[in-house]
Every structure is written in C-alpha cells, then in structure tokens.
C-alpha cells in the first residue's frame, strides 16, 4: 500500500508555533514518527509539506498520477478557505482522510466550519500527532 501525507501551511513550524495548541513535537521528529509506524505496517510513505495552495494541489494530483492508494490530508488554515484543494481532492478517485493536531471544534467558530472535509472519506480532530497514525489506519484498513 502507498500513502501520501500532505501537510499545509505552517506545519513546518511544528514545535515552534503555539506550543499549547500544536504540541512540543518538530516537523522532523513528526515526519520520523510516521515514517517508522509506516515501515512497522509495511506501508510505502511519502510525506510532503507546503505553505503554498497550488503546490498541495500539485500534490494532490501527483498522487494521483503516481497511483497512490490513499491520501491523509492536513491542510491547515486552508481547511477554512480552499475551495481550490476541495476541487483538487473530489477530483481524484482516491481515499483521503483530512487530519488536524488541535479539535478545530473546540477553537475560534470560523475553524468549525471544513471547506475540504466533504471531499473526504472522513476527518480526524484533536488527537495530536497520533491523529496521522489513526488516518494511516484507516486508509490501510478500508
């Protein structure tokens, strides 16, 4: 099975930004963390991050070209404003599983509200860095 992780904007800056919210943990040590539960679960693991809409796009339809089995989607403040990333994802015909660190739910009102979600097959909130292993699951076990 082969898996993409999209990371949106600023988290790269994991361990860094709002420590209370997003946890102590960095971008590197997180993307070792699902590496090595990959590996565990004989799942083939490309992670990838970008600050810019069009390059998440870009890897969404990669994923597409390069046959991904599932995705697992962060897409962080664009979750709240990317019609662009929900087109992108509705258009491929994998699964993708969108994952948030923080319960969006529990934070301002205009993070309630996931402009991607719909294009998924299910969201993930609120588990922190565990949320990627669980999203990992699910695509496996789907």
Known sequence: MKIMVINGPNLNFLGIREK???G?????????YIHNFCDDIKVDVTILQSNIEG????SLQNAYIEKYDGIVINPGAYT???????D???SIDIPVVE????????R???RHKSITAPGCIGQISGFGT????LGILALKNR
């Open 80 to 86: 709240h404003t990317s019609i662009a990333i929900l």
């Open 99 to 106: 994952v948030h660190l923080s319960n969006i739910y529990s």
């Open 108 to 110: 301002e009102e205009f």
């Open 88 to 90: 992108a994802i509705k």
């Open 130 to 133: 565990y949320g990627y292993i």
């Open 55 to 58: 390059e998440i796009i870009n």
């Open 24 to 32: 102590t943990m960095s971008y590197d040590s997180l993307c070792s």
């Open 20 to 22: 209370n919210i997003y």
